[in-house]
């Protein structure tokens, strides 16, 4: 059998070491456009400021390459899947021919693409607009600031702010735009984002909400200022676009490969074509909570349904994808943020419990009917991964041995359980699920 | 794999567990330095049950989980499972972003008291033996395989 895994991030690499795990005789190759191995994506920004040494950010050694036998092929971008012939046609950067590599099964993991919105007077190839995705994103903004540098970054989402965070204390001013009236607008209600955005301005980054950049100026190929919706002008020689992310659909669509929002996959995340799989975030799922279709851009899920997809390629569909839910940690400059599902208060219906709510601390309980369905702590984790699982199981919440809202039980962790369904989780744990 | 197993029966709550774990993972592996000078997040912990009748205690850690959820989500490569199943975190690696608290559905890791790592049960491989189980003064905390505990 030849497994072929096309993408080296959260997604390939744990499908690559779950094959391995299952058959350990096959050639498993995987192929990356990608100049670096297998790296902590979500690690970018700490590299960006000095948090990790560059040896630190790669997610296994290079001995873990060569224990489990994993071909990596980088600097190659695979340009065709040929579905009828089983083979690919991909291009590496030294050559200019196209080089073939035939599979047995194949896997699509090549996640996303930052979203570049078309703005008058920008033109991406401007040496001095970044987007921040990648490791050599990151390399590449890096070594572009100086200690005078303005930074202007367009979207206050989570890659935004982890930008923002990461140059704040080593260039100018740093200036976060937001077309939202509140930063991180899809993981944190208004209350939270407040005490964010405040903490991250005492370290010296401005945020214009509300606005967007209708234009920018510039000389010399070079972006000089923008101009906002609001008619500020601001002065910008470093511009960081962090609006989002799109699946990327490419490859899939031209192989014929049914398409949505994401590449479609069944259960067992087999896309329309029964030897190739998807995984990540070009893929699409089932929101937990919504019941909607959806693409989320997580590591935890990509990481999962990797492992997933690389089950049932090596053992034959009996691994099932059930549906995920948003959910992130994430800290600003020594304040970490939880959040999972509904963030949202103003939603019909929803309960909203905020057991503690100071400066620099939150923590609030999102119920409807009976069940949890979100929540959003900072500065504070007890019982955070308890109430993940409420959500992910769906957990009536009468049927606890303790209220998970009042503030005398706050202490009490796995033991908001009773006796008998403690004893059961306890012994979930031993099998596979 | 053996694993420690908490029996909630016997369990007085005296958190001596808690007391020998930290001892356990300091540096000077003595019981008054490791709580006087060291400051360390145990990685075991007594969880009370307060019912009418009575109060009763378990002790809670890693399940070191057949599918862990941590391993999936640490960003970094920290969280990993070892050949012999044990989940282990690499403090070097370790940002400490708190995604493996986020989805741990335990609550069996903690951040770490310095902040810059999580902590959590590993055995006590390094230490050579599981020193919770050793010093628990009524058996309430055992190192039994996987199979042998379901037959209890």
Same mark, same amino acid.
């Given at each position: 059998?030849?497994?072929?895994?096309?993408?080296?991030?959260?997604?390939?690499?744990?499908?690559?070491?779950?094959?391995?795990?299952?058959?350990?005789?096959?050639?498993? $190759?995987?192929?990356?456009?990608? $100049?670096?191995?297998?790296?902590?994506?979500?690690?970018?920004?700490?590299?960006?400021?000095?948090?990790?040494?560059?040896?630190?950010?790669?997610?296994?050694?290079?001995?873990?390459?060569?224990?489990?036998?994993?071909?990596?092929?980088?600097?190659?971008?695979?340009?065709?899947?040929?579905?009828?012939?089983?083979?690919?046609?991909?291009?590496?950067?030294?050559?200019?021919?196209?080089?073939?590599?035939?599979?047995?099964?194949?896997?699509?993991?090549?996640?996303?693409?930052?979203?570049?919105?078309?703005?008058?007077?920008?033109?991406?190839?401007?040496?001095?607009?970044?987007?921040?995705?990648?490791?050599?994103?990151?390399?590449? !903004?890096?070594?572009?600031?100086?200690?005078?540098?303005? &930074?202007?970054? !367009?979207?206050?989402?989570?890659?935004? !702010?982890?930008?923002?965070?990461?140059?704040?204390?080593?260039?100018?001013?740093?200036?976060?735009?937001?077309?939202?009236?509140?930063?991180?607008?899809?993981?944190?209600?208004?209350?939270?984002?407040?005490?964010?955005?405040?903490?991250?301005?005492?370290?010296?980054?401005?945020?214009?909400?509300?606005?967007?950049?209708?234009?920018?100026?510039?000389?010399?190929?070079? &972006? $000089?200022?923008?101009?906002?919706?609001? *008619?500020?002008?601001?002065?910008?020689?470093?511009?960081?676009?962090?609006?989002?992310?799109?699946? +990327?659909?490419?490859?899939?669509?031209?192989?014929?490969?049914?398409? +949505?929002?994401?590449?479609?996959?069944?259960?067992?995340?087999?896309?329309?074509?029964?030897?190739?799989?998807?995984?990540?975030?070009?893929?699409?799922?089932?929101?937990?909570?919504?019941?909607?279709?959806?693409?989320?851009?997580?590591?935890?899920?990509?990481?999962?349904? *990797?492992?997933?997809?690389?089950?049932?390629?090596?053992?034959?569909?009996?691994?099932?994808?059930?549906?995920?839910?948003?959910?992130?940690?994430?800290?600003?400059?020594?304040?970490?943020?939880?959040?999972?599902? &509904?963030?949202?208060?103003?939603?019909?219906?929803?309960?909203?419990?905020?057991?503690?709510?100071?400066?620099?601390?939150?923590?609030?309980?999102?119920?409807?009917?009976?069940?949890?369905?979100?929540?959003?702590?900072?500065?504070?984790?007890?019982?955070?991964?308890?109430?993940?699982?409420?959500?992910?199981?769906?957990?009536?919440?009468?049927?606890?041995?303790?209220?998970?809202?009042?503030?005398?039980?706050?202490?009490?962790?796995?033991?908001?359980?009773?006796?008998?369904?403690?004893?059961?989780?306890?012994?979930?744990?031993?099998?596979?699920? | 794999?053996?694993?420690?197993?908490?029996?909630?029966?016997?369990?007085?709550?005296?958190?001596?567990?808690?007391?020998?774990?930290?001892?356990?993972?300091?540096?000077?592996?003595?019981?008054?330095?490791?709580?006087?000078?060291?400051?360390?997040?145990?990685?075991?912990?007594?969880?009370?049950?307060?019912?009418?009748?009575?109060?009763?205690?378990?002790? =809670?850690?890693?399940?070191?989980?057949?599918?862990?959820?941590?391993?999936?989500?640490?960003?970094?490569?920290?969280?990993?499972?070892?050949?012999?199943?044990?989940?282990?975190?690499?403090?070097?690696?370790?940002?400490?972003? =708190?995604?493996?608290?986020?989805?741990?559905?335990?609550?069996?890791?903690?951040?770490?008291?310095?902040?810059?790592?999580?902590?959590?049960?590993?055995?006590?491989?390094?230490?050579?033996?599981?020193?919770?189980?050793?010093?628990?003064?009524?058996?309430?905390?055992?190192?039994?395989?996987?199979?042998?505990?379901?037959?209890?």
């Amino acid at each position: 059998m030849r497994y072929l895994i096309v993408g080296n991030s959260a997604a390939g690499i744990n499908a690559a070491s779950e094959i391995r795990t299952k058959d350990s005789v096959s050639s498993i $190759t995987m192929i990356s456009k990608d $100049t670096f191995n297998t790296y902590g994506r979500p690690l970018i920004s700490y590299y960006l400021n000095n948090k990790i040494k560059p040896e630190d950010i790669y997610y296994h050694n290079k001995d873990f390459y060569i224990k489990h036998d994993i071909k990596v092929l980088l600097n190659s971008e695979v340009k065709e899947i040929d579905i009828k012939r089983k083979k690919i046609l991909f291009c590496t950067k030294t050559k200019h021919n196209n080089d073939i590599l035939v599979y047995d099964k194949l896997l699509i993991a090549i996640g996303s693409n930052p979203i570049l919105p078309s703005i008058a007077g920008l033109d991406y190839n401007y040496t001095n607009v970044f987007t921040f995705l990648s490791y050599e994103d990151s390399i590449k !903004l890096k070594s572009s600031i100086t200690r005078t540098s303005k &930074v202007v970054i !367009l979207g206050a989402g989570l890659i935004g !702010l982890k930008v923002a965070e990461g140059l704040a204390e080593q260039v100018k001013n740093v200036t976060v735009i937001d077309l939202s009236d509140r930063i991180m607008s899809s993981n944190l209600d208004q209350a939270s984002a407040n005490i964010i955005q405040k903490h991250m301005e005492n370290h010296n980054i401005k945020f214009q909400l509300k606005s967007s950049i209708t234009n920018v100026n510039n000389t010399h190929n070079l &972006v $000089t200022e923008v101009i906002l919706s609001t *008619g500020d002008i601001i002065a910008c020689d470093i511009l960081i676009i962090a609006i989002g992310v799109l699946p +990327n659909l490419n490859l899939a669509y031209k192989a014929g490969l049914k398409v +949505n929002k994401g590449i479609i996959v069944n259960e067992y995340l087999q896309t329309s074509n029964e030897d190739i799989y998807a995984a990540g975030d070009c893929v699409e799922s089932v929101d937990l909570l919504s019941n909607k279709k959806s693409v989320f851009a997580l590591w935890t899920s990509a990481a999962n349904q *990797g492992k997933i997809a690389g089950e049932n390629m090596s053992q034959g569909n009996h691994s099932k994808f059930l549906s995920e839910f948003a959910m992130n940690a994430i800290s600003f400059f020594g304040m970490h943020i939880l959040s999972a599902g &509904v963030v949202n208060t103003n939603l019909q219906n929803i309960q909203s419990v905020t057991m503690k709510c100071q400066s620099n601390q939150l923590c609030r309980l999102n119920i409807l009917n009976n069940n949890l369905v979100g929540f959003i702590m900072i500065n504070e984790n007890k019982r955070a991964g308890i109430y993940t699982a409420l959500i992910r199981n769906k957990t009536q919440l009468s049927s606890l041995a303790y209220d998970i809202t009042n503030h005398q039980n706050s202490n009490v962790g796995f033991n908001v359980y009773s006796t008998t369904e403690r004893k059961r989780l306890l012994d979930l744990a031993n099998i596979k699920i | 794999m053996k694993k420690i197993y908490a029996l909630e029966e016997r369990c007085l709550g005296c958190r001596l567990c808690e007391v020998y774990c930290k001892t356990a993972h300091s540096k000077s592996k003595n019981i008054i330095k490791a709580h006087k000078e060291e400051d360390i997040e145990s990685a075991i912990f007594i969880e009370e049950i307060i019912s009418e009748k009575q109060i009763s205690y378990f002790a =809670l850690q890693c399940r070191h989980c057949a599918d862990p959820q941590c391993v999936k989500a640490c960003i970094s490569g920290a969280m990993y499972k070892d050949d012999d199943g044990i989940v282990k975190n690499d403090k070097k690696k370790c940002v400490s972003c =708190l995604s493996c608290i986020l989805v741990c559905p335990f609550g069996a890791i903690k951040l770490g008291k310095d902040g810059k790592t999580v902590s959590k049960c590993d055995l006590c491989v390094d230490y050579g033996k599981s020193l919770c189980v050793e010093k628990c003064p009524n058996n309430a905390i055992e190192l039994l395989e996987e199979h042998y505990k379901k037959e209890i």
